[in-house]
């Protein structure tokens, strides 16, 4: 069982940056974000590989989000920037022991962490 731990969400101002960290208790595979706003199904966001090179985005982030990942401490980054109003969600970090390719539904991935808030006003 892997547990997954989020941090780095908040309140900010349309223009600005977050960048959000999970650290997972074990080695995974893939790792991704996903996103959810009440009423709304959870969204995929970006994904990564345990390589590092491959790396999947939602075309609503494309250019602004960077995922990025430290294997050596089993954490996933995912940088945002350029944030807008409409990237207002609870950020849900994800990973599998499986190689999950492009952007993949949230029932591929085995564990998820206990999210965090992102707001961003206008």
């Known amino acids: 069982q892997v547990q997954l731990v989020e941090s780095g969400g908040g309140l900010v101002q349309a223009g600005g940056s977050l960048r959000l960290s999970c650290v997972a208790s074990?080695?995974?595979?893939?790792m991704g974000w996903f996103r959810q706003v009440p009423g709304k199904e959870r969204e995929f966001v970006a994904a990564?590989?345990?390589?590092?090179?491959?790396?999947d985005y939602a075309d609503s982030v494309k250019g602004r989000f960077t995922i990025s990942r430290l294997n050596t401490k089993n954490t996933v980054y995912l940088q945002m920037n350029s944030l807008k109003p409409e990237d207002t969600a609870i950020y849900y970090c994800?990973?599998?022991?499986?190689?999950?390719?492009?952007?993949?539904?949230?029932?591929?991935?085995?564990?998820w962490g206990q999210g965090t808030q992102v707001t961003v006003s206008s």
């Open positions: 994800a990973a599998s022991i499986n190689i999950v390719g492009g952007i993949a539904p949230p029932s591929l991935y085995d564990y």
């Open positions: 074990g080695r995974t595979v893939s």
């Open positions: 990564i590989r345990w390589s590092g090179v491959s790396s």
